[in-house]
């Protein structure tokens, strides 16, 4: 079966560092998506990896492993705007997209 | 500003009643998808459309229908709502090419007593 893991929850202080990780097991690889969903709305495009290694976008990065299939995102300077779900999801040799159940980010002050 | 829309926020009906659920995009996508979104379970794919009058089902498609008559818009129906049907349903966008990311609808809430 297809599976991805992602933490429940998570809790980080404002102005410190967070690294949430997705961990797949998919028929085939054609890359992974990470998206944003503040609570009751809809979710947001973040990243795209197809190849290995990191990607940064501004106080966002997101990293890839496909040997390993494992994949996390990164976020700097966290902010309390970033108190949010998390999707990580799969593009697998369909071309279809399997998501992971999401990780809550809680920023404390 | 690229733009998904959804008929209604928040939507309660009675069981056994024919729901309507309306999505449309301003962006000329060929694709678009309905999800639906339960506390602690991923998205779920219902149904997607890759063209007009095309329809493909998704994992969940029992208890759902679909219709795509015009590019722009994708209706999702619940031909007799059942509470198990109480959910958050999304509605995406896509560009043809599978690597581009998925615009999101608000979502409609729908509660069924």
């Known amino acids: 079966g297809q599976n991805i893991d992602q933490p429940t929850e998570m809790t980080a202080t404002e102005g410190a560092i967070v690294q949430i990780n997705c961990t797949y097991q998919t028929s085939g690889f054609n890359g992974l998506f990470w998206y944003q969903q503040h609570a009751g709305e809809a979710p947001t495009f973040l990243s795209y990896?197809?190849l290995d290694g990191l990607e940064e976008k501004g106080r966002f990065s997101s990293f890839l492993s496909r040997s390993k299939g494992y994949s996390y995102l990164l976020l700097k300077e966290l902010q309390m705007k970033d108190s949010a779900s998390y999707l990580c999801?799969?593009?697998?040799?369909?071309?279809?997209?399997?998501w992971g159940a999401g990780t809550k980010l809680i920023i404390k002050p | 500003d690229v733009k998904v829309t959804q008929s209604s926020r928040y939507l309660v009906k009675r069981t056994g009643e024919k729901v309507f659920l309306e999505c449309v995009q301003d962006m000329d996508h060929e694709n678009m998808f309905w999800y639906r979104q339960d506390p602690g379970l991923g998205l779920r794919l219902i149904y997607f459309?890759?063209?007009?009058?095309?329809?493909e089902k998704g994992d969940i498609p029992e208890g759902y229908s679909v219709s795509r008559e015009k590019k722009e818009r994708f209706s999702l129906i619940l031909e007799s709502a059942s509470t198990n049907q109480t959910s958050m349903y999304l509605c995406?966008?896509?560009?043809?090419?599978?690597?581009?990311?998925?615009?999101f609808g608000p979502g409609t809430r729908l509660t069924v007593l």
């Open positions: 995406a966008s896509r560009p043809r090419d599978e690597y581009n990311e998925q615009f």
């Open positions: 999801a799969v593009l697998d040799s369909n071309y279809q997209l399997i």
């Open positions: 459309s890759y063209d007009v009058k095309m329809k």
């Open positions: 990896n197809v």
